[in-house]
């Protein structure tokens, strides 16, 4: 039996994933504008005509990091409602995967240049999130869930998920893209208060 075109196709997937790993790493040092080709070649371990064979320009590899780091993130939020754990846990569990930007100092590095990026160019910013499912909807169907179960008192869940997320951004967030990142376990009586003074006011 061949296997070489399962081989070879192994081959391009892995030196695809060195680009973005590299991508990653050159727009974090260097910021968008002075990340180069060139450079992003350089620390993925591949020719420069590899890196183009595979993206056509350093736009379009930043969009497919972004993609995949937002994409990861998504994937946290995914947590569904249950009775069998405390209101506290659950909005914890949602606290953490909107912290998953910022406390890893890659993702941190990578999360600043977006931001710079999108408070650059608005109409870019717009363009790009456009393209995604709203960060907020996992967090929506759960607080309806939570409603229906009687657990929390939610008029309004699209209302309640921005409080919930202002406050976390605001408290965590934004401190943390301006400063040296997030020490996790110094943050938690913080944390516990957002989450306490959000149930103060939402819970049944």
Not at 53 to 74: C, I, M, P, S, W
Not at 109 to 125: E, H, N, P
Not at 137 to 154: S, T
């Amino acid at each position: 039996m061949d296997v070489k075109p399962a081989a070879s196709k192994r081959n391009t997937n892995k030196k695809h994933e060195l680009i973005l790993q590299g991508a990653m790493q050159a727009f974090t040092e260097m910021g968008y504008d002075n990340a180069s080709m060139d450079r992003i070649a350089e620390l993925a371990g591949v020719s420069k005509r590899t890196v183009y064979n595979h993206f056509l320009t350093k736009e379009n590899l930043f969009q497919e990091v972004v993609a995949g780091f937002l994409r990861d993130q998504l994937l946290l939020k995914q947590i569904e409602y249950t009775s069998a754990a405390s209101l506290e846990e659950q909005l914890l569990a949602f606290a953490n995967a909107e912290l998953y930007l910022i406390n890893h100092p890659s993702r941190l590095g990578l999360s600043r240049v977006l931001t710079s990026v999108f408070i650059r160019d608005i109409d870019y910013a717009r363009m790009t999130t456009a393209k995604y499912a709203s960060p907020h909807e996992p967090f929506i169907r759960w607080l309806q869930a939570a409603h229906e179960d009687n657990k929390l008192r939610i008029d309004n869940p699209l209302l309640a998920a921005r409080v919930f997320y202002a406050m976390i951004e605001g408290a965590l967030t934004w401190p943390a893209l301006f400063q040296h990142g997030i020490d996790t376990e110094a943050v938690k009586p913080l944390l516990d208060e957002l989450i306490g003074t959000f149930l103060t006011r939402y819970r049944s």
